[in-house]
């Protein structure tokens, strides 16, 4: 710029009009401010991207009808959802000071948002200690569903590397429980004329949402529906847990267990060997039978409530054989807690 500056003042020098705007004192003023400005917009975009998910930001930005994209608008499309939620945090919440509780929740978001961005999903919202996310949307994916199942393992090893973590800093342990489902939605901005949020709904979204509290009933940290476990059964270990009643599915719908990639062979055998009694013998009546690998999963692994629960059903239904028309779906039975 000095030199431009110097060739300007150089009176043997004939400028033309103009490259002499460009060497004028208003240019430069001038790009300046231009220069400004987009530090600026550089910093408001930041700024947003803190609002809404990086990938959404860059889509409508570079997007040929941006415009149209900041308006309401939705579309029906095939995702995967992740519901996460922190147990007993009503207790956790009780036993910090708001200052403690606030730096530890933000803590352990960046530990699961930093998962979900690795694998590729978008988070939506945080909803008090819990954590909303989907995958392929608002960028398409060929193994969404892949995707949303090992983020959900890596959130559960996360949080538990966070929570040792935790535990030596005086703080109270962290579990995360997480439900897996995939299934049509609405995606896309809804919301008011005064704030838009991009989002998913539906009863598909509601069910993911479910799955993540019935952990509590099942003794899991991951569950997963029937939908999810055929699409990716070949990639990850599974434990078929039990079959639910959902409007979404007359029938309804078979539940299962992640579990960990490095389970070993032992617990992956002994997975096996209950899912097998689950379909081969409960499912066709065969309760007696049933009960023994049930009553022997628990006697190998005390305290798993999800033994307990088709524990207790075998004995009810031995004694009370279900109706013709039975698909393994139980109504109106307490679990076992």
């Known amino acids: 710029m000095n030199n431009m500056r110097t060739l300007k003042n150089n009176d043997n020098v004939i400028i033309p009009r103009g490259l002499n705007y460009i060497l004028s004192g208003t240019f430069f003023s001038e790009t300046k401010a231009l220069h400004e400005d987009f530090l600026k917009m ?5 700024g947003f991207m803190k609002y809404l998910p990086k990938e959404i930001v860059a889509t409508f930005l570079n997007h040929s009808e941006a415009e149209r994209l900041f308006r309401p608008f939705t579309q029906h499309k095939e995702l995967c959802f992740v519901f996460t939620d922190i147990k007993n945090f009503t207790t956790i ?9 606030i730096e530890m929740l933000m803590v352990y978001f960046d530990k699961m948002t930093e998962v979900v961005r690795r694998n590729k999903g978008t988070l939506d919202k945080y909803i008090g200690d819990a954590l909303m996310c989907f995958w392929n949307a608002p960028l398409q994916q060929q193994e969404y569903i892949r995707n949303a199942c090992m983020a959900a393992l890596q959130m559960d090893q996360a949080c538990k590397q966070l929570s040792k ?11 995360t429980r997480i439900g897996v489902h995939s299934g049509p939605c609405l ?18 979204v509601n069910l993911a949402a479910d799955l993540e509290a019935m952990n509590k009933e099942y003794g899991t940290t991951i569950m997963c529906s029937d939908v999810v476990y055929m699409k990716v059964r070949s990639s990850f270990y599974f434990r078929l847990l039990d079959t639910i009643e959902s409007k979404l599915y007359p029938n309804g719908i078979k539940i299962y267990e992640i579990l960990e990639m490095n389970i070993g062979e032992k617990a992956t055998a002994a997975a096996i060997r209950f899912s097998k009694a689950y379909t081969d013998l409960f499912l066709v009546r065969e309760f007696e039978k ?44 307490e679990h076992a807690h």
């Open 290 to 333: 049933a009960l023994v690998v049930f009553e022997d999963h628990l006697q190998q692994y005390p305290g798993d409530l999800a033994s307990k629960n088709l524990i207790n059903l075998c004995n009810m239904y031995i004694k009370e054989p279900p109706k013709p028309d039975w698909t393994g779906v139980t109504e109106g039975v």
């Open 42 to 46: 550089q910093v408001a975009v930041e």
């Open 165 to 175: 973590k935790f535990v030596r800093q005086g703080l109270p342990e962290l579990v």
């Open 187 to 204: 995606v896309g901005n809804s919301g008011s004329t005064f704030r838009l949020a991009y989002t998913a709904i539906g009863e598909h």
């Open 93 to 101: 919440t009780e036993s910090l000071k708001p200052k403690q509780l």
